[in-house]
């Protein structure tokens, strides 16, 4: 089992700045690629950053710039630094890790259970 946790939502005015975490943990052999993923009410879920194991990111437009994903000091950690936030990024922000499991061939994706983000005007 692998366990996939966030933290660092919260409550920020447009402008400001939050940092998300994300830790994966539990019988992992390998991670492939950890990422974000953002859902507003009534919108689908986007991606908003990924990451590979080569270190190869990948943005939408509409964050290049402001948001950047990275590897933490901690094993199977990933942390999003989102600046100048605007309005319109508030959502949960939702962290998946696309691992292999010890006795398993094949990768397979697990979620976070959410941290919410709101950007005030």
């Known amino acids: 089992q692998v366990q996939v946790v966030e933290s660092g939502g919260g409550l920020v005015q447009a402008g400001g700045s939050l940092r998300l975490s994300c830790v994966a943990s539990?019988?992992?052999?390998?991670?492939?690629?950890m990422s974000w993923y953002r859902q507003a009410p009534g919108e689908q879920r986007e991606l908003v950053a990924g990451l590979t194991s080569g270190g190869t990111t990948n943005y939408p437009d509409s964050v290049k710039g402001r948001f950047w994903i990275s590897r933490a000091n901690v094993k199977n950690t990933v942390s999003l630094q989102m600046n100048n936030l605007k309005p319109e990024d508030t959502a949960i922000y939702y962290c998946k890790a696309n691992v292999i499991e010890y006795g398993k061939d094949d990768f397979t994706d697990y979620w976070g259970q959410g941290t919410q983000v709101t950007v005030s005007s």
């Open positions: 539990g019988s992992i052999k390998r991670i492939n690629t």
